[in-house]
């Protein structure tokens, strides 16, 4: 299939009740591995790239990756920019052809949080593509994504800043954290509380390591994207570790990738599977 609009993703999960999984990648095997996972389990979903990830495949080779792996798949897949750090970035990567962004400027104050969501919100609009936004902080650490910083999100805050930067997505923070060092708590009835106000469906980061019961529960409660990371990276970075602990000599690297794309796609598949169980 070819690279499916963001809107148009999320509207397929709506009329057919999906959670929709987004998975982050860095590389060929882990897009491929995305693509295979959702597709073996007949599920819609995400490949997403934060932008400090964008260092070494660019938002060209990403796109260029995830067609060549969508050519063998027949479920929907979007293309998502995970922790859009600028304008710049957002731009680079609508322009490359990514279907749906995050523009993350949730370390900045209420204020400038919405003038900067604001301006690349107007610029996803203007060619179709919707965009996430943060409110709140997540705390933790994975990659190059660290915060200290553990302030829920406000639910005061969430209408005037939904109707003023016009997302179309809020990744909220409610005791959901980065990385695996970190254990997460959800706050349900805090999701609860900002489902009830948000005009837009709500984005949990952090997915790896949050109970699958609490994900189901977080359905009902306008929870429409879940963030999956570090249980990939780890699917991943085992493949190699595994590989060069038992034989130091070990120098297959084309054997090795390849079994990297299987380890994470069944991590994929299961992820997927489990979290759109009834
Ligand atoms: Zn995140």
Not at 231 to 237: E, F, G, Q, S, T
Request: proline residues 4%.
């Amino acid at each position: 299939m070819k690279i499916v609009n963001g809107f148009d993703i999320m509207e397929y999960a709506k009329t057919n009740n999906y959670i929709l999984p987004a998975f982050n990648t860095t590389n060929l095997e882990m897009t491929y591995a995305i693509a295979k996972g959702l597709n073996e389990a007949k599920l819609p979903g995400y490949i997403q790239i934060s932008s400090n990830n964008l260092r070494l495949s660019n938002p060209d080779a990403i796109v260029y990756l995830t067609r060549n792996a969508l050519k063998k798949t027949d479920v929907p897949i979007s293309l998502h920019l995970d922790h859009g750090k600028s304008y710049g970035d957002v731009k680079a990567c609508v322009d490359a052809g990514f279907t749906s962004i995050m523009i993350d400027a949730s370390h900045l104050s209420f204020e400038d949080n919405i003038k900067t969501v604001k301006k690349a919100v107007e610029y996803c609009h203007f060619y179709g593509v919707p965009a996430e936004a943060e409110l709140g902080s997540i705390r933790g650490k994975e990659e190059d994504i660290v915060s200290e910083a553990d302030a829920k999100t406000d639910p005061d805050l969430v209408s005037d800043f939904v109707e003023r930067t016009k997302c179309d997505l809020l990744a909220v923070s409610v005791g959901n954290v980065h990385g695996l060092d970190l254990t997460p708590n959800i706050d349900l009835p805090l999701l609860k509380k900002l489902s009830e106000i948000s005009p837009v469906p709500l984005v949990l980061h952090g997915g790896s390591g949050i109970p699958f019961e609490i994900i189901q529960k977080a359905k009902q409660y306008g929870l429409i994207k879940i963030n999956y990371g570090s249980d990939l990276r780890k699917a991943y970075i085992s493949t190699f570790g595994e590989a060069y602990a038992k034989n130091h000599n070990e120098c297959n690297v084309i054997e090795l990738s390849i079994k990297s794309v299987e380890n994470v796609g069944q991590k994929v598949k299961e992820l997927v599977t489990i979290i759109n169980r009834n």
